[in-house]
């Protein structure tokens, strides 16, 4: 079984069993933000990992060992053009160069790893209506020679 | 003066004066990440902000004026591709559908505003290395007929 | 079932009806073009919603369900070649950028949000020959730090 | 002078001048839409239409020329990425499979006219905050052998 | 059956039975190059047609259904490329330009409709070898607002 | 001086002239298509023939040298967006396939060539809007080995 | 059965059975090239080629029905980016404008036909390490109107 | 100056001067598809070949310097697309898998150099219409690790 | 079976087997980047190598098959996007121009050959964390007519 | 002076003065593959590195500014298709799966960093022809939460 077709199944069984993924999360013992992305097929699950998310939602051994699976962590244009994650690619059209600028006057010439790297997302409330704050958290590394 | 010729010219005005983007950003009143993205063509500045932006550099009425036009804010793919804003795109591949189940659980069938938006970046001094913590910040919208 | 199978059973299964997609929308409960956008794909239904439809057109339980996932809205070259589709974008490739400019003259620097965001279709009469007469209304979203 | 660069110097003298999009379409004597697309290159104007908006605009015969120039109206991508533009697109990737739809159940099979064809703005107040509204209206084409 | 699926099993049955695209359109009642597009996927039949043709190529209801079904005419660039379609685009790339010309000369400013439409080839006798004549017969419709 | 200089130089001189493509094609005593794609750079021209025409157009020894050299005519995916030529295009991906068919059917494995070639173009009156009328013309060429 | 597929039994058949390309062609009775790109799904066979091929390989009617169909010859940049098939592109990277030139001085405006067209293949003894050599040998076509 | 400005002049020069490539190529002692592709940018020349065509060609020592700097051989797809070259790619999309079954069969895994290579041009008459024939000869390499 | 169905298989009965690649590659009795490389399908094996390999990972004589056939090595864009892989094209992004200046000041006009090739990759223990050393060693081949 | 036309003038100056790279990166005192990386406008210089660059090579002070600014390392497709760069994407294509693959086994999952990162190049004697040897070295990033 691909990682594609154990994510569809995670999914899936999600929906019907109306856990979140708050709740496989904690399960799981893993931030809910990794584990969503590793059942969805973009970082390999440990067994005991891939064993107690596939135990909570009903599914087989075969998904198991797919989600363990080393995944390719691919480019996908049309992932990226749904809406809901378009904006993000949009945001970096217009602040991506000032956000540069930033890191080099701040940090130097380097960037800020995708790698070592943690993202996090939360409800800020407000009174004009209720905001989504997302982070990006990644170590800085310099150009070294 | 198109946008990009001003741009180019506030970034080489920067080097000469040896102004951080934090100074021109108090000087014209206006956050840092904003002040940024203006200057390099991405917002439209107000006569005062272009003005106070321009006399802090010494550039003339020209760039001043070309940062006032209305800005069109394309997508670049090479601009996307520098390693340092390539980072983000790198983890929205890896993330962005985790971001989108989370916010379609969190908040229901929306996107995070790219529009009534800010964004944020601060050091986080770390013992392994400093981080680069970037803070994308926007409203709800739901898909609302 | 993935949407896109759900949707192909929905077309085939109104071909053999005979049912309007009035009429389905009338028993959705939802507007008509909200509504066929749900049934092809590109919106998330209710379970009472998609139980509706599926009833009227004798389509099973696991076409409901496909109804009820958060979609992935994509880009589709392909979908946009169509004639019947492609016009629309043709006309923003000749009347975009003076839209652009009348928004931002009326509204200030922003959008017209396609989350907020509704669309209507009609027919109007001409002795020249009937036109169609689409709508589009969403709410203006200014660039707001 | 070619029409891109004719543009260029309409933007800016309507910047310099205070002029509205409207009071220009006025002295042209032109619905505003079509003369501010037909100011930005896409629609050749009369020696008339293209002498009286330089006139009050400040602009030299060289561009009025240009601006009786038949045009290419072509379909470019860093235009349509502009996010005031965008959002027009991407309602057509959720909404334009719905559209063809039912203009295929209304009228048949073919298209909306792009040429036969005129679109309006107007701001629709709304308690939530105001509202774009944008009427694309085309004489429908049957396709007919 | 989608109408790909259904245009592979007329292409085999026609090859199988021997007959001709001209003895299938004058079954089906229509002229050859609508008949053999149709067939081929892109234009929908009546139910008579679909019917018609399939009797007489020896096809089921099934595809007769899918001959009945509404089209996606899309733009695909590997079909495209095929040398016997390749040189009508090359033929495009040289002397598109001055079609365009001669059309704005002699019509106005505007098109020739590819809805109202019609294509016919025929065979020219030539002493160096016959020709390919392929007439390309459309409305002209001017830009009228 | 480039061949799309010399084109550019053509088009606004045959605009302040008010000559005819046909008066120059007259004049250069060649096909009004042929004239005219090669005056757009399309075809390089004899001497006498780039001579006879930039003297009725009153342009120098610059745009005649240019329009005898050999040109690259090479695919631009923006001219062939213009909706003018972009018909054509459009006809092709719903009839490329069945054409295909018919000049198989009636010469053989092969393709109607676009080098031994020639186009016209024609009004055809009709009561319901005049017609624009493009004949190809090319001979047939056989895959022989 | 596609021809792709059929392509595919004949590389796997052509394998087991130990038979070189140059034996199926003298089977086949056409030059080994021609008979090679046939095979491949490249150009159509006649029934007896066709079946002479299948019987000399072991394989089945469908296969033999499908090499006799009307290829579509695309343009795959997969295939293209193979190494041994990328050199050649390569190669007309670096000498393409070069053989252009002179073919054009030595026979005029036109093209090297790839209709009325053959390509041989041999190997050169070289002490430097043999050589591999392919002559692409097609009928000049000129620009005639 | 650049090559592709040296290209220019040169092309502009040869017209001029009514020299041919053979002559140009014998003047510079090297084979003529060689030269013909260096003085197009493709090759760098050594000081006294460049030296020597510009002196033949009247052209000035800033043609001759750019002539011998080191090219960048690009992949330029409009280039690419020029008819005349269009055939030779057209050909690899044909023949391309049947020559990588040819090398393979006869040479073992590996490929023709595109690097210790030649290619030579001439004209093979013929009843039917004289006849372009190329020959590329490389050296095979294989994979050799 | 495909060498990419082949390849699937490969990856999975390796993780089931718990077997390195150096101990598969041992087996086979080749170098492990090239024994990894063909059995993902990137190099044809002897049918001693796909057997032996078969034989320690328990697959069938199909999946032996698959991987003695000759391969399309292909460019396939998503898989240089996954981040591990996409870091050597973001150095040859910064370093390729001045690797290619270097080669030619030290070599001269040539390339390093990717078929006469191999490639090692080690560790190398540092106290600032351990690194990945990648060695590509081809033989130099200069432009050579 | 953007970093574009510094680097011209670099190579430019360079080949008059006939100085090699290693002796510019000596007077420089760096690493000769990142000083030449530098100088072609891939890293920013500091104010000492760029003075004594252009001292040597005889260049002004608007080049030594242009060195100091910080780059856009953009991804160049025309870059990276010059066959002396193109070969160590080719080798990606073929090795770059291996080499994830081996990566993980030996470090787990994660990458090679391409900014904490050195290139080194060497040329290795060998009877059979001397080789490029191209070493990558980078620190090794895990994907750590």
Redo the contacts between chains.
């Keep these: 079984m691909?990682k594609a077709a154990a994510a569809?199944q995670v999914?899936?069984a999600r929906?019907r069993s109306g856990r979140?993924?708050q709740e496989i999360a904690d399960t799981v013992g893993?931030?809910?933000?990794?584990t969503?992305?590793a059942l969805?097929g973009?970082?390999?699950m440990s067994a005991e990992q891939a064993s107690s998310a596939c135990k909570l939602l009903g599914l087989g051994d075969d998904v198991a060992?797919a989600l363990?699976?080393?995944p390719?962590?691919?480019?996908?244009?049309?992932?990226?053009?749904?809406?809901?994650?378009?904006?993000?690619?949009?945001?970096?059209?217009?602040?991506?160069?000032?956000?540069?600028?930033?890191?080099?006057?701040?940090?130097g010439?380097?960037?800020?790893?995708?790698?070592?790297?943690?993202?996090d997302?939360a409800?800020?409330p407000?009174p004009?209506?209720?905001?989504?704050?997302?982070?990006?958290?990644?170590?800085?590394?310099?150009?070294?020679?």
Tied chains: 1, 2, 3, 4, 5, 6, 7, 8, 9, 10.
Excluded: C
């Design positions: 691909t569809e999914v899936t929906l979140t993924w893993a931030p809910v933000v990794w969503t992305a969805l973009n970082h390999p060992e363990r699976l080393q390719y962590r691919v480019r996908d244009e049309a992932v990226l053009s749904d809406p809901t994650i378009y904006r993000f690619t949009e945001a970096l059209s217009v602040y991506g160069p000032a956000l540069k600028e930033l890191i080099h006057e701040e940090f010439d380097g960037i800020m790893s995708a790698i070592n790297f943690q993202v997302i409800r800020r407000h004009d209506g209720d905001r989504v704050v997302v982070t990006f958290d990644g170590k800085f590394l310099d150009y070294r020679w």
